[in-house]
């Protein structure tokens, strides 16, 4: 070992930025049969900078593409290797899986590992002590020979074809160009391999079990040394597996390390859509609300009004709900009686979900005199959902609090007076000292959806991040291929991790 430090040495002095190679090599290893997948002979015509002429070519051109973009962007002296396959993978009509990925094995206690006892994703283990710990192998149908890899990562060979979202498809330009209805492929590939460079926790995030190594002992993920409950600034390394599995439903669950809490003031914007309600009861409290896919959208200094609460009907078990919907015919529009337009007029009206569409609430609202709605769930969920629909004619503000913040609203209101209800005011705006997916620390916030989604939850960046993040749950249109600051936090946590 000995003599190879001078050639070391020579390489450091000789280089410069413009000679330097890739600063990790990440390898793509082709894992279909022959005819399938990357072996696809159907011919395609070259696409946004995309030269392949063969569907097989294209996509193997688009993987290579967001295999340089991590090796240009992540440092190991280990090679990479990302064992790739085209599979039929789950599928509906209306969604699908696009793709997957992960480690495919993981580390702890190697040598120089910063954190002990805790586990790591191969690749990082390998860059952190400089050898190639890896052992796992596959071995590509069409070579014959085992090789060793460190992500393992499949994608949808159906996608676009009848059952599985017809007519979109993957789009495998590599221009951040798609059509109508097709899914960026590339944009995708950067996120799945982000995956198996460890955007992941090893943790149960249903149960909040560690992951047990062949030694028989539970171990938690460098990942877990990071999140945190916002609201107690508890690590999950801190609690039990009972309140980590709590954790990860509470929409609280955010990111306390310090290279992406410096990060998140030049990534995301200042403003979060909320409703701030006070009353002589209710101490002035922040609600996460949904925003909607109709009418105006939220803005500062936002609509500050009473609230005045719909009541035309009784739940079981419930109690008094506030539908506003047509008692005749639910798709029909919907008139107010009397009362409750006399309670909304000039308010921002509380209705209830269910029964009927949130565009015939908020109309019904809206024409009796109401400001803005703030639609209540009707069911356990958390964070609030937005809320689905078109109606151009709808000219008032609408989000949607959850369940349990609309009974929060509601007691307030029922503590009425001389048989009116209570003054609550609210301000449906948005709330400045937070920015859209951090929490006011400027911790990320993390995706922790409740009911729990296995395979989304915990591993993500929440869905509120503004602009979109390429780690959140789903895609969103109009993602580039950065994967640092202005644009992006992914490589920025990768730091915080230990790359
Ligand atoms: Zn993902």
């Given amino acids: 070992m000995k003599n190879k430090f001078p050639t070391l040495a020579a390489l450091g002095l000789l280089a410069s930025p413009a000679f330097l190679p890739a600063a990790a090599t990440v390898n793509v290893i082709n894992g279909d049969a ?104 596959l071995t590509p149908p069409t070579t014959g020979t085992p090789t060793i890899y460190q992500i393992r990562a499949r994608f949808n060979v159906n996608l676009g074809q009848t059952g599985c ?45 560690y992951l047990t190594g062949s030694d028989g002992t539970p171990r938690p993920s460098i990942w877990d040394t990071f999140l945190t409950d916002s609201p107690t600034n508890t690590r999950w390394t801190q609690l039990t597996p009972a309140q980590r599995a709590a954790s990860a439903l509470s929409d609280n669950l955010v990111w306390a390390g310090p290279l992406v809490t410096a990060a998140v003031p030049n990534v995301l914007q200042v403003g979060v859509p909320n409703v701030a309600a006070s009353s002589p009861s209710l101490p002035l409290q922040n609600f996460n609300v949904g925003t909607a896919s109709f009418g105006p959208a939220i803005t500062n200094p936002g609509i500050t009004r009473q609230i005045g609460q719909v009541i035309d009907g009784n739940v079981a078990n419930v109690g008094p709900v506030g539908l506003a919907c047509n008692p005749n015919d639910p798709a ?41 709605v703030i ?20 000219t008032i503000p609408a989000v949607r609090v959850t369940q349990s913040d609309g009974a929060t609203i509601k007691a307030a209101l029922a503590r009425r007076s001389r048989g009116a209800q209570a003054n609550v005011v ?23 959806p409740n009911p729990f989604q296995s395979g989304s939850s915990v591993s993500h960046y929440d869905v509120s991040a503004t602009p979109n993040l390429i780690m959140e749950p789903a895609i969103n249109a109009g993602l580039g291929q950065s994967v640092v600051p202005p644009a992006d936090l992914t490589f920025t946590l990768f730091q915080d991790i230990g790359w």
């Avoid at 639609?375 to 709808?394: C, E, M, R, W, Y």
Wanted: charged content about 10%; some cysteine; overall charge neutral.
């Fill in 426 to 448: 609210a301000t449906l705006g948005l709330d400045n000292s937070r920015r859209a997916g951090a929490d006011s620390s400027n911790r990320a916030k993390m995706y922790a």
């Fill in 34 to 137: 022959a005819g399938v997948g990357f072996n696809d002979t159907t011919a395609a015509t070259p696409v946004g900078g995309n030269t392949g002429t063969t569907v097989g070519q294209q996509r193997l051109i688009a993987y290579q593409r967001a295999a340089a973009v991590w090796g240009n962007t992540v440092t190991s002296t280990v090679p990479i290797n990302v064992y790739a396959t085209w599979e039929a993978l789950t599928c509906t009509a209306t969604t699908a899986v696009l793709g997957s990925a992960g480690a495919a094995e993981v580390f702890s206690s190697f040598p120089n590992a910063p954190v002990a006892g805790t586990w790591y994703c191969a690749a990082l283990a390998n860059k952190l002590s400089g050898v190639n710990n890896s052992t796992a192998t």
């Fill in 375 to 394: 639609v209540v769930d009707n069911a356990v969920g958390s964070p609030p959902a937005g809320l689905g629909g078109a109606d151009p004619t709808i």
């Fill in 332 to 372: 029909a529009a919907a008139t107010l009686s009397p009362a409750n337009a006399a309670a909304v007029n000039g308010k921002i009206a509380l209705v209830d979900r269910g029964t009927c569409s949130f565009v015939i609430k908020v109309k019904a609202c809206q024409d009796a005199g109401a400001v803005g």
């Fill in 165 to 209: 979202l017809p007519g979109g498809g993957f789009y495998l330009g590599l221009d951040n160009n798609p059509g109508a209805g097709q899914t960026d492929l590339l944009v995708v590939l950067i996120h799945e391999i982000g995956h198996g460079l460890g955007f992941q926790t090893f943790t149960n995030g249903s149960t909040g079990a």
